[in-house]
């Protein structure tokens, strides 16, 4: 009954103070004033029985959010509760309840400041007092420039950090870390001397570091964290920390020694140069070198968390002398006291003694010399080794970024590159298919410094007949990149490529693709293998290959490229490889170049124009463009004679220019589907309807509102399509947008005759306009003249006036309206995409029962699209008109490289029974919402519940064509029964 | 002083044969009972009559522990339990207790019915003792009795494999058995906390040798599988049945999978089916790879291994079988390798050591024509290639797993005197711990510095808490005054008012009394006046009373002036202190000694 009663009391408070706000209209947004909030609030905890009851309120309470005006009020009645309650757990909530309100946006926390301070004076409960403190600090970095507040809130945290708690400690010392730089400030200049620095409060860091000692474990990393966190906030870590931090590396704890790891690594970064001392010894080494060999030591750590960061940090250590980085590789191997070579070094000597093939007899590997007893160090002190036990370590995780340390090392350091490249092509056989994958990943980032042995290719080959799609193409883009030292290498690269070709056939562009780059790179390793390679013989005519044969044609692919830059290759062609040549070139022009072929007069001279379009044509390309685009920006009024054409023109070089310069394609499209926007506009404001009576104008009217739609789909495809763009950009894209739905508008009122239609179309045009006005405030000066600009400047009388005269107005903006250049931002790039599997060609129709699915397989790269996990979908479309739509699995999108996405998936197809094999549509589609353009979404402020919050625009969700549909054969049978 | 005594029954500067007494806080247990596989006679197993000459172990043990299944571990189990005689408790990992008694009873067989002795434990036996077993879960803290408990840590190796620390009070001793600290394809890397014991006993196989990666040797091996089998060769693989074989096993299954290769790969029956099947159940101990992926697919599920049959080694086309024993000395693996050693296309792959006078040594020295019985003369024609695939640590993972559990002592058995020699000099020398090594039979005593808990009443805790600082300071001892209680086994810690009343005694007061002659001219009373405004000037921060009838009280020192007899000028000061405040005292009873400031 009583919980019923109370349910009314709170009904009734807030049902009087329901209002409407009036600035969102299509939200309906409720908002509570201030006096029912706390008012209820208020009551609910005067009727709360019991603690938990109280406690039910609280919780409740914390569901909603609060007004930043109504902050205040809550926060008394809240404050007045806590020091009438006697419950640890209903003041703690309180306490919690302090620092979220406090975070509301909006509310300045610096009233409530005295309030928060009072009540850690009185209380008694260590776990409140631990979130008392947590309030504070919340309210203190509310408050980043309040100097006087923020020296309170530290004289408060110094006070409780002898508390024998630790959460009071953790508190003191997380505030402190967030909030201490007072005492002192970051530049030096600002100290008057050195009297300055002793006064009685001392400087924040000593105070910390003193809780580097504390004997709770989570005290100690919590002053670590606050040291770390002072140094993220830009203030300047002392060195002389640098020893306790060391010390620390040896605790017991995991997540203390995990943070000093990373305070270790800090201070490496701070004071690179700066000498230490050896212990047991009176050299001198530098700071970075010494942290960099404790970092290594921990990579043996018993914990793996710290396994995982000491592996991770080490990357980042590039000032690291080389002698170190060296060492980190290094394991001197020892069988019964003597010395044993590793077997990467025994490989090392095979290769140079030309001795093929190892490991024929027992103890091959027999140990040589005979150690010195003493010499030997078993536990590295230092760097020794690190990465050699890191790359075996048990967890896969310490595996990964171990060869992602290997791999940001070696990039800075040509020769520790050639050190571990042995190590890394070792990996490629780990048991777990990501460190594979990362580690071929890695090879191939470095591998302009390295160059491959044969034994070292040997083994990165035997990886291409790995069942792993991914592991296969990463490993052929590897080989795209890979220098290599012979001929012989060469040999066995195609051999290999060749069986990896037989195996899995579905390779076939990726293999050929690899050894277009093989070849482009080595030619003159290639040129002696020529005639082996294409099975010429001096005397005999050899019989003419099989054009179809894919492992031909790679051979070929290698060949050709190879030539490209080497003139006396053709020589050794006979007459049939000639024709292949021609052939290739046609059907395969991305894998194969132009060869300067003797006697071939009619190719050659075509290839020179387009060689000389090539090289040096991107500047004088680029200036064209500049220039149509100033031709264009001359026209003022696109309604005098000739504009139109122009413009047509225009176009018409700009779409071919982006054929020609691939450089330029999407800066060119770009502006050619903007320039073709204002030419529809123009066009279908030329229109004689407009002067005609109403019910004339049917029949044009059919033809303007195409063009309207017209454009406004183009208007989606440039703010959606392109990428690169700028706000600037966006707001002219919108701009055009606002024009043709203004030109919808106006056809709408001409042709209906209901008034009440017209007017929620009306609505909705101008609350468009106020979002336009919203987004893009800024932007308003870039539009003087602009329809938007005017409509804008009558904005008031709009708002007020009728739709029929609202109608009139626009009609006239926008004809008065001046068209707007654009101005071309850096880098346009479109989105695109292509599907490479199926392929369409196929005549054999894939058969499936009636009802029941088929996967198909989808492979397609995607180019410049943002965000493809969310935007890309594919579409099906069955003769029927029915279309599906699929949304791929994230899983389903790799990155080969910066830009590129590969698609991999499978598409589900079922119909019902077909008399007769037809053709689907495949295609991939961009989704887009025009609310998820750039407007953030604003999240309810403290707490995580959205209920009473929709979302503040209703978007526009669309899709537009990304790629080329790809027919596909299929026949859904009848079932048998 | 308390000590901890160790005697290796056997495993000392030895292989084989492990088992070793550890005495500790009163306590006696025996850690493996294994037998060596070098001996036929008496030598086979330890010698138990160290413990008692007569009759049964069980009074003189509180338990045993076993670290793992392999016969140098726990091959003398049965004996000593069912033969010599044991009721107490045997502790070993899960796994352990599974595949323990297949081995046993294999043991048994090849003993008792291929070479006929008598006098050997049963089938029956194995199972009494089986009995007897309690299992262990890994760092499970198991209580043996009221004061010694055991708690296992995972050790690689082979499955089941633990390390044990046991726990007497203060005093602890880790064991790790055999243990392995690189990962490899089935299990992971012994790891245990830093658990500070005062006696690590290690095994020390590899005390001299570092070694190399071990994917080289992995990727080797998977090389030259492949190369033969795309050659259309026959690859032939001896091995023991458990451990190593499930390693490879998985290598080559992993590979085939990778590889996508359709060349059958066989293993020849026997006990190893049996065993896989526990592999397959004990998950858990496996390595990360496994344990992530068996939800999907079970790694021991083999897909392209399956059992062996006589006829197939005739079957053309390529194939990989694995056969036991290990060393080409007899049975299947021995009949296969006839077989197919006439064919140059074919290899065997050895991938552990073998013993001298085995067929597997003569081929890897390189011998070309073996002699079979019958005087027939076998070429072998086929590629011979070693692989070592070990799972012991190495001295660096020896030292790693010092670094790792921080001991104050070490003890090295099972491995070689000489290697172990290099070992100690380099722990002794890296650690600054002493290391020891005994012999068989040879007992070594570490002195142990126990800590000895004494309950401190929370009073007197605060109390003195209250007089210090804030915090107790880590980096400083701190003094304080208490009563030590000793009383029925348990040390306690109170206030002496609290000792007093619990003990039923009375407080005696011990006063000290002094006297000090004082030259001084004034009378008593003046003299009295004097010193107090004098002791006032010097004692600033102690409360000093003028008390009226002729006393100043300091603290609880009482003084008094008298003068003497004879001579009036000379005065005698009385000073009366308690014991507690004897510092007091004597400072005040130097200062008046000095004269009072005229």
């Known amino acids: ?977 | 002083m308390p000590e901890i005594r160790v005697t290796p029954l056997g495993a000392g500067q030895d292989v084989g044969r492990s088992c070793i007494l550890v005495s500790i806080g009163g306590k006696n247990i025996m850690l493996d009972c294994g037998m060596h596989m070098g001996y036929n006679d008496d030598r086979r197993f330890p010698d138990f009559s160290y413990i008692t000459q007569n009759g049964r172990l069980t009074e003189f043990l509180d338990c045993v522990i076993i670290s793992h299944f392999h016969l140098d571990h726990c091959g003398a189990l049965p004996y000593m339990s069912e033969m010599v005689g044991y009721d107490g408790p045997i502790y070993m990992t899960h796994p352990t207790k599974a595949i323990c008694p297949i081995l046993l009873e294999d043991f048994r067989k090849i003993t008792v019915d291929k070479k006929g002795e008598t006098n050997f434990f049963t089938s029956q036996m194995i199972k009494d003792c089986m009995k007897k077993v309690v299992p262990l879960n890994l760092h499970q803290t198991v209580q043996v009795d009221e004061e010694l408990e055991i708690k296992a840590y995972y050790a690689g190796h082979v499955l089941g494999a633990a390390m044990v620390q046991i726990k007497v009070g203060s005093e602890s001793v880790v064991y790790t058995g055999d243990y392995n600290m690189t990962p490899d394809r089935h299990l992971g890397a012994a790891w245990i906390d830093k658990c500070r014991p005062d006696l690590l006993i290690s095994e020390s196989t590899y005390a001299t040798t570092i070694r190399d990666s071990k994917r080289c040797r992995e990727r080797d091996f998977l090389k030259k599988v492949h190369e033969t089998v795309e050659r259309g060769g026959k690859v032939l693989i001896p091995v023991f049945a458990l451990g190593r074989a499930q390693e490879l096993c998985i290598l080559l299954e992993t590979f085939w999978e990778r590889m996508n290769l359709k060349a059958p790969i066989y293993f020849s029956t026997g006990l190893t089916e049996k065993a896989n099947h526990y592999y397959k159940l004990f998950i858990t101990w496996t390595n990360q790879k496994i344990r992530k992926t068996f939800v999907q697919r079970n790694m021991f599920e083999f897909k392209h291994i399956k059992a062996f049959d006589r006829s197939y080694a005739d079957n053309p086309g390529p194939m990989v079988v694995f056969a036991t024993p290990g060393m080409l000395h007899a049975g299947q693996s021995l009949l296969i390798f006839k077989k197919w050693a006439g064919n140059e296309k074919n290899m065997v792959i050895m991938p552990g050591y073998c013993v001298q006078g085995t067929v597997g040594h003569k081929i890897l020295n390189g011998q070309k024509k073996l002699e079979m019985e019958g005087r027939a003369t076998l070429d072998v024609k086929l590629q011979v290639e070693y692989m070592s695939f070990s799972a012991h640590a190495d001295a660096k993972g020896i030292m790693q797993l010092i670094r790792m559990a921080e001991p104050r002592n070490m003890l090295l058995v099972h491995g070689e005197a000489k290697k172990m020699e290099f070992l100690k000099d380099k722990i002794e020398q890296e650690f600054s711990i002493s290391c020891y090594m005994p012999a068989n039979g040879e007992t070594t005593s570490i002195v142990t510095n126990p800590s000895v808990p004494v309950d401190i009443s929370l009073n007197l805790l605060k109390r003195e808490m209250a007089l210090g600082g804030p915090l107790p300071d880590a980096k400083r001892p701190r003094t304080m005054h208490g009563t030590l209680i000793m009383k029925d086994d348990s040390l306690r810690l109170v206030s002496p008012e609290q000792a007093l009343k619990e003990l039923g005694l009375s407080e005696h007061q011990l006063r000290f009394t002094c006297r000090v002659l004082l030259h001084d001219p004034h009378s008593d009373t003046d003299t009295l006046g004097r010193i107090y405004t004098h002791l006032k000037s010097v004692l600033k921060s102690y409360s000093i009373q003028h008390v009226s009838d002729g006393t100043v009280i300091v603290e609880s020192i009482v003084i008094k002036v008298t003068s003497s007899a004879e001579e009036p000028n000379l005065k005698v000061i009385l000073l009366s202190w308690s014991y507690q405040d004897e510092e007091l005292g004597s400072f005040l009873s130097t200062l008046l000694k000095k004269g009072l400031p005229s």
């Open chain 1, 1 to 977: 009954m009583a919980a019923h009663l109370k349910k009314r009391v709170y009904e009734e408070f807030s049902k009087v103070s329901q209002q409407v706000t009036l600035e969102e209209v299509p939200a309906k947004k409720l908002r509570l004033t201030k006096p029912s909030k706390s008012a209820a609030l208020h009551i609910d905890l005067c009727k709360a029985s019991s603690p938990t009851d109280a406690l039910q309120h609280l919780l409740n309470f914390a569901r909603k959010p609060v007004e930043a005006e109504s902050v205040e009020g809550v926060v008394r009645i809240l404050l007045e509760h806590y020091y009438k309650e006697s419950d640890n757990s209903v003041r703690l909530k309180i306490a919690s309840l302090l620092g979220l309100l406090s975070k509301t946006q909006g509310f300045s926390p610096d009233c409530v400041v005295d309030d928060a301070i009072n009540t850690l004076n009185s209380e008694k409960s260590n776990q409140v007092l631990a979130q008392l403190l947590d309030t504070l600090l919340i309210i203190g970095s509310q408050l980043p420039d309040k100097i006087a507040v923020i020296q309170r809130l530290i004289d408060v945290a110094c006070k409780h950090l002898s508390s024998t708690y630790f959460g009071v400690r953790n508190k003191c010392l997380q505030l402190l870390g967030c909030l201490g730089t007072v005492d002192k400030p970051l530049s030096k200049e600002t100290d008057t001397g050195p009297g300055a620095q002793t006064s009685p409060v001392r400087d924040v860091q000593s105070v910390i570091s003193d809780f580097f000692q504390d004997q709770d474990p989570r005290v100690r990393t919590a002053a670590i964290k606050a040291m770390l966190q002072l140094h993220e906030r830009g203030m300047k870590i002392q060195q002389t920390i640098y020893n306790q931090a060391c010390k620390l590396l040896s605790d017991d704890y995991e997540q203390v020694r995990s943070a000093a790891v990373q305070m270790v690594w800090v201070l490496s970064q701070l004071y690179p140069e700066s000498i230490v001392p050896i212990p047991s010894s009176n050299e001198e080494i530098r700071l970075v070198d010494d942290s960099f060999g404790k970092i290594c030591h921990m990579v043996s750590d018993g914990s793996w968390v710290v396994r995982v960061q000491a592996a991770k940090l080490l990357g980042s250590m590039h000032q690291v002398s080389p002698h170190f980085l060296e060492q980190t590789l290094d394991k001197k191997l020892m069988s019964d006291l003597r010395r044993k070579r590793t077997a990467h070094e025994r490989a090392k000597e095979l290769y140079a003694s030309g001795e093929f093939s190892s490991g024929r007899r027992w103890a091959d590997d027999a140990p040589k010399e005979k150690v010195d007893t003493s010499g030997v160090n078993l536990i590295d002190s230092g760097a020794c080794g690190a990465f050699v036990h890191g790359l075996e370590d048990e967890m896969y995780e310490v595996r990964i970024s171990a060869v992602e340390a290997l791999c940001s090392l070696a990039q800075s350091s040509p020769s520790f590159a050639e050190k571990c490249l042995d190590f890394l092509v070792d990996m490629f056989n780990d048991e777990i298919e990501e460190v594979r994958l990362q580690s071929i990943h890695v090879l191939r980032q470095i591998s302009t410094h390295i160059t491959l042995r044969e034994d070292q290719l040997d083994t990165v080959l035997a990886v291409l007949e790995d069942s792993s799609r991914d592991i296969r193409e990463a490993l052929h883009e590897l080989l795209c990149y890979t220098n290599v030292s012979t001929k012989d290498c060469i040999q066995l690269a195609l051999v290999e490529l060749l069986k990896n070709l037989t195996k899995y056939p579905t390779d076939r562009n990726s293999v050929w693709k690899c050894l277009k780059f093989l070849g482009a790179r080595h030619p003159t390793l290639v040129l002696p293998i020529v005639p082996e390679l294409l099975s010429t013989h001096p005397y005999f005519d050899t019989p003419e290959p099989d054009m179809d044969d894919p492992a031909y044609i790679a051979v070929l692919v290698l060949v050709f490229n190879a030539a490209k830059s080497c003139p006396t290759m053709p020589a050794l062609f006979s007459d049939h490889t000639f024709r292949h040549y021609a052939y290739l070139r046609d059907s395969l022009s991305h894998l194969v170049p132009h060869l300067r072929l003797p006697g071939r007069k009619q190719t050659a001279g075509s290839g020179l124009e387009v060689s000389g379009v090539g090289s040096g044509s991107l500047e004088s390309a680029q200036n064209f463009l500049q220039d149509s685009l100033i031709r264009v920006s001359a026209l003022h009024n696109l309604e005098t004679p000739g504009a139109q054409d122009l413009l047509e023109f225009t176009i018409r070089d700009l779409q071919r220019l982006g054929e020609l310069q691939t450089e330029l394609a999407g800066s060119a499209d770009f502006c050619a589907t903007y320039l073709h926007c204002q030419l529809l506009l123009t066009k279908a404001l030329q229109e004689k309807l407009w002067t005609m009576a109403v019910p004339l104008c049917l029949k044009q009217n059919a033809k303007v509102s195409t063009a309207a739609r017209q454009i406004l789909d183009e208007t989606y495809k440039l703010e959606f399509l392109y990428s690169g763009l700028e706000t600037q950009q966006i707001a002219t894209i919108h701009n055009v947008r606002l024009q043709a739905k203004a030109l919808q508008l106006i056809l709408t009122a001409r042709s209906k005759q209901g008034v009440d239609r017209v007017l929620g179309v009306c609505e909705k045009f101008l609350q468009d306009v106020e979002s336009f006005q919203r987004l893009f405030m800024i932007e308003l000066p870039h539009f003087q003249d602009s329809f938007v600009e005017k409509l804008l400047e009558l904005m008031p009388r709009l708002t007020a006036c009728k739709p029929l005269d609202l109608v009139k107005i626009l009609q006239t903006t926008l004809r008065q309206s001046r068209f707007i250049h654009l101005k071309l931002p850096e880098q346009i790039h479109r989105a695109s995409a292509t599907i490479i599997e199926p392929t369409g060609e196929s005549d054999n129709p894939l058969k499936f029962t009636s009802g029941l699915v088929v996967a198909l397989d989808i492979d397609a790269t995607l180019e410049h699209v943002q965000d493809p996990q969310t935007t890309v979908k594919v579409q099906v479309l069955y003769p029927d008109g029915q279309s599906h739509i699929i949304h791929p699995k994230p899983g389903d999108f790799r990155t080969p490289g910066p830009g590129r996405v590969r698609l991999i998936t499978q598409v589900y197809l079922s119909h019902s029974a077909w008399t007769e094999a037809c053709q689907i549509e495949v295609r991939l589609l961009l989704a887009y919402s025009s609310s998820s353009s750039k407007q953030s979404v604003s999240k309810p402020a403290w707490n995580e519940s959205m209920d009473g919050l929709p979302s503040s625009e209703s978007c526009i969700e669309g899709t537009i064509h990304l790629s080329k549909p790809v027919k596909v054969f299929i026949m859904p049978k009848p079932t048998r029964r």
